[in-house]
């Protein structure tokens, strides 16, 4: 995964960068799990939504 480095953020493990949907070609954010073994990855359309979820991320434990 390739984030841009413009208003990139971590929060925990997880990384919230600029993002455009590839389904839908809608400017959002995406949020990502940085940690090995998880793989969690979501966008949302607004950066208070991917920082919410971020913050709320829980790691799978397997
Ligand atoms: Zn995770």
């Not at 208070?48 to 971020?54: I, K, Q, T, V």
């Amino acid at each position: 995964m390739v984030f841009k480095t413009w208003r990139r953020r971590r929060i925990g493990p997880v990384e919230v960068a600029p993002n455009t949907d590839r389904r839908t070609r809608r400017n959002g954010y995406l949020a990502a799990c940085t940690r090995d073994g998880c793989g969690w990855s979501a966008h949302y359309t607004t950066e208070e939504a991917a920082e919410l979820a971020s913050t709320a991320h829980r790691c799978n434990p397997t």
